[in-house]
C-alpha cells in the first residue's frame, strides 16, 4: 500500500515551453502532497506544499507563475513548468501524505529527471 | 548556519562493519527526527524515526541528544545493501510542521 506514481519518469524538453509532472497517490487519498526539487549532490529542497481544493503554500523563493501547482482531487497534483530554462533542469520529486496522518507520514513518488535543452 | 548538517561522506566500509552518521541541527524548535534512505536516483524513503529514549530495529540504532542537537544513526554488521545515502530529516512544531532534509552521508559498502 501507499503507492505514489509521477508521470512522467524523465523528459528533456527545448528552452521556453512548458512541462507538466503528475503525482498521484494510488491506493490512498492526500489531502496534502508536497513538491521537492533535487539538484546533483544536494538536498531536497521543498518548493511548495499543495493542499487538495486550494492554493498551494510555496517556500520561499520559489516563484509561483513559474512553478504552477493544481490538486484538484484528493489523488492528484500537478506541476507545470512554465517557460523552462536549463537552470530548473533537475529532480523533481511529490510525495503525498495521507489524509488525516502525521506530517512525517509521506509517501515519495518515484521522481521525474527533467532537462532542459 | 545550516538548519541540518551532515556529513557527506563518502563513508567506505567493509562488510560487517559498524558505521555511525550525525547530523547536527541548529534549531531548537525541530521536535520530530527521522532518518531515510535515498538510493541513486531513487526517491528518499523512511528508514526510521527517532525518539529521545533511543530506538533500534534491526541492525540500525536511532539516538537523539537535544542538549547537544544532534541524532545520530548506527548501523551494525553492515551489508553491500545498506549502500545509500542516508538523509537526516526533521520536522518543526507549529501548524506549519515544515520538514527539512539534510544533504545526506553517502555510505559504501565494499565486499
Known amino acids: 500500500g501507499a503507492v505514489v506514481s509521477q508521470h512522467p519518469s524523465w523528459v528533456i524538453c527545448k528552452s521556453g515551453t512548458s512541462v507538466k509532472i503528475e503525482c498521484r497517490s494510488l491506493d490512498f487519498q492526500a489531502t496534502t502532497m508536497f513538491w521537492y526539487r533535487q539538484f546533483p549532490k544536494q538536498s531536497l529542497m521543498l518548493m511548495a506544499t499543495?493542499?487538495?481544493?486550494?492554493?498551494?503554500?510555496?517556500e520561499q523563493g520559489v516563484e509561483k507563475d513559474k512553478f504552477l501547482i493544481n490538486h484538484a482531487s484528493l489523488t492528484l497534483s500537478t506541476l507545470t513548468v512554465t517557460s523552462a530554462h536549463p537552470e530548473d533542469s533537475s529532480f523533481y520529486i511529490c510525495?503525498?501524505?495521507?489524509?488525516?496522518?502525521?506530517?512525517?507520514?509521506?509517501?515519495f513518488g518515484p521522481g521525474t529527471r527533467l532537462t532542459v535543452t | 548556519r545550516k538548519e541540518v548538517e551532515q556529513d557527506p561522506g563518502p563513508f567506505n566500509v567493509p562488510e560487517g562493519a559498524t558505521v555511525a552518521f550525525n547530523c547536527t541541527y541548529s534549531n531548537s524548535a525541530s521536535q520530530s527526527f527521522f532518518w531515510y534512505r535515498q538510493d541513486c536516483r531513487k526517491e528518499p524513503k523512511l528508514l526510521m524515526s527517532?525518539?529521545?529514549s533511543g530506538n533500534e530495529d534491526g541492525r540500525f540504532t536511532a539516538q537523539l541528544n537535544r542538549a547537544s542537537q544532534y541524532i545520530s544513526l548506527l548501523i551494525r554488521d553492515s551489508k553491500l545493501s545498506d549502500s545509500a545515502t542516508y538523509l537526516c530529516v526533521l520536522q518543526r512544531t507549529g501548524g506549519y510542521q515544515k520538514v527539512t532534509f539534510g544533504t545526506g552521508t553517502k555510505l559504501q559498502v565494499i565486499p
Open positions: 499543495s493542499n487538495e481544493g486550494s492554493k498551494a503554500t510555496y
Open positions: 527517532v525518539y529521545s
Open positions: 510525495s503525498a501524505r495521507p489524509t488525516g496522518q502525521a506530517i512525517y507520514e509521506q509517501y
